[in-house]
């Protein structure tokens, strides 16, 4: 089941399973794989959270669906495979898929095919793919498997919503950056996107020297305000990720002080190590709780000089906790 790639293929999956969540299906999914070794099966899970009419890729909830049932025995006539003739995908595997998904579905409205290996379609079968791609049937969806799309036209490519695996992507192969635009993206289809702009990888080193000069300048990070944070951040969505992003962070600094794995800032290790030694684990998670608070202040359309410098003050007061050996003043 499609979940089964969760962690292996995190931005893969949360893009495909949101395109069926939110009903944006595409008519063709190009997926290069990277040499990813279970690409064929990712792909068989995902035609399956497809025409499973419960729209679950947790298999307990449709114990009793047939359409899985027959998927798996490979005797659903919605599903169809392809894979190369010999040397190649022929011009006449292609012809015939198309007759057979002409005619009147059977069960349930969706069909989809899989072209493994469509680096090996040759230019007769290559033209003929494009046809059907050009004239997307409604209920059609083709998922395109390749190692290398660019052995492909570039008229397919084009025609497909381009999806890569990672050959070892778990949580932990990503960088920073790229965890936080998974975590910050929920409700995107496309994170590739978040991920490519520049301009997003500059405000999240804005946040970490923010944290770093507050670490070591406590209460005068009030004059320096403006450098370290207003120039950078405006916009309310803007300030609330912010927050999300330095929460994130302190939990991160919690998890070291705790000997636990560091989740998100890996590559922030030595600054992390830098900062707790000026931290306990009381300080820690009242910073964590003065973060969620004002974050939670920040829907309501709150001032952003006010916030920031009771953000500061805040803090300083987890400092004094901390000070006094536990006993707040
Ligand atoms: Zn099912």
Redesign the pocket.
Known sequence: MLDDFEEEQLIAHKILLNSVKNNKLSHAYLIETNGYPKSFDFAVSFAKYIL???N?SNQKK?EN?H??ETIDKNEFLELKIIDPDGQWIKKSQLEELQQEFSKKSIIGNKKVYIINKAEKLNISSSNSLLKFLEEPEENIIAILLTENKNQLLSTIISRCQNITLKKKNNLNALSTFEKISYILNDNETDINNYILEENNKIKLEKIIDFIEYYEENHENTIIYINKLWHDYFKERDEIYNSFTIMLYFYKDLLNDKLNKKIKIFNENIELIKKINQKNDINSLINKINVIMDLREKIKFNVNNNILMDKLIIELERCENYDRNNGSNI
């Open positions: 499973c009419p419960h679950y449709c669906c359409q899985c």
